[in-house]
């Protein structure tokens, strides 16, 4: 005869055998869900270079605001692809600024002018 904590030590470890048995067969065959959802979302080069893009070494932090239509669809672009809303708002300045040098010329322009 066995206790009841010997037979629920038992159950358990049971469950915990087939929850790990569970773990590995999710971990080496990925969800056809999750791949289909992957190669429906990377095909743009764009999206590709915002998914790659590393902001963790970024420590500076800012408040900004979005109007409605714009935060709405920063939030449905991140359930659709995973981007966090940190990580595309950097991009999205880095890829602005990187894009458009006339900015720095007009923050070099300001600095000569307010040096007089």
Do not use: C, W
């Not at 991140?78 to 990187?98: C, N, P």
């Amino acid at each position: 005869m066995k206790s009841l904590a010997s037979q629920l030590r038992e159950q358990m470890a049971k469950t915990a055998e087939k929850a790990t048995a569970e773990a590995k067969k999710t971990e080496t065959e990925p969800s056809k869900k999750a791949t289909a959802k992957r190669e429906r979302t990377i095909r743009s080069p764009i999206l590709t270079e915002l998914m790659e893009y590393d902001n963790s070494d970024h420590k500076t932090m800012v408040h900004f605001r979005l109007d409605k239509e714009s935060a709405d669809f920063i939030n449905k672009f991140k359930i659709a692809t995973g981007v966090d809303v940190t990580r595309f708002v950097a991009f999205a300045v880095r890829h602005l600024i990187s894009n458009n040098p006339e900015l720095k010329t007009v923050i070099k322009q300001f600095i000569q002018n307010s040096s007089l």
